[in-house]
């Protein structure tokens, strides 16, 4: 009975995800909706022992690799080996991110940014596309930010990354329509979340990961080109983007 059960998992024809990032926060309560959504789901993160946990709540269904997605080779054979285990891709979301909070405007805080928001990101980022368009239909998301918007003081390095990423997906997606790749681009634009990741004084309106997540899976149902964790949100990204200079300047 139980190897029936076994078999009936192996041949059932799951849609097939990788999510980087799943370690902890976001990735992590979006791979168990997926799971539950009839995917198989490859997870990445560099702690192992955390793979190992979320993979033991479904082990027939998620696989993993730890590596760090500052290492180039490393990532393109973690997803290479994924790819392959899960027999193929349709999902592939960015959530591995970082940022500091950098008074003193330390540089190694920043470069470390820059290293997994902007290179690590488009390293992915191509590397996905590339193979989506040799495999359509395929559908990319990143997680971005609503810190994506204006510039922060405080963590100047991660805003801009942000920036950077969010115009990177724009990018992707005009490419996809001019080409006509079958490529589903989306942009998912979180305020505060209660992760390890939200770091600094001055949070409020902070939602549950499990929270955030649903909306991202919402989103990806959807094939959402952007999303905001709530109207909330939305209303404060379009206030951003509209402030004046100066007085965003003066906040
Ligand atoms: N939390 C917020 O308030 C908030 C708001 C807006 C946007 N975001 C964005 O949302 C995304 C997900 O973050 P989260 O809030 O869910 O935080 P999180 O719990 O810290 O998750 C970050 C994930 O990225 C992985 N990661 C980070 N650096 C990595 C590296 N060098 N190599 C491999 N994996 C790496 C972490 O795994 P390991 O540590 O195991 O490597 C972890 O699984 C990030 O891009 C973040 O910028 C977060």
Known sequence: ME????NQEKTKNYKKAIIVGASSGMGKELCRLL???DYTVGITGRRENLLKELQSESPARIFY???DVRDMSKTAKGLRELIKELGGLDLLVLSSGTG??????DPEPEFQTIYTNVTAFTDIMTYGYRYFQKHPPGHLVGITSLGGLRGNPSAPAYSASKAYQAIYLEGLRLKNRKSGDNISITDIRPGFVDTDMARGDKIFWMAQPEKAASVIFRAIRKKKRVAYLSKRWRFIAVLMKLLPRSVFEKL
């Open 3 to 6: 190897s029936d059960l076994f």
């Open 65 to 67: 690799r730890a590596f």
């Open 35 to 37: 799971i539950r959504d």
């Open 100 to 105: 500091f909070i950098n008074e003193e405007l």
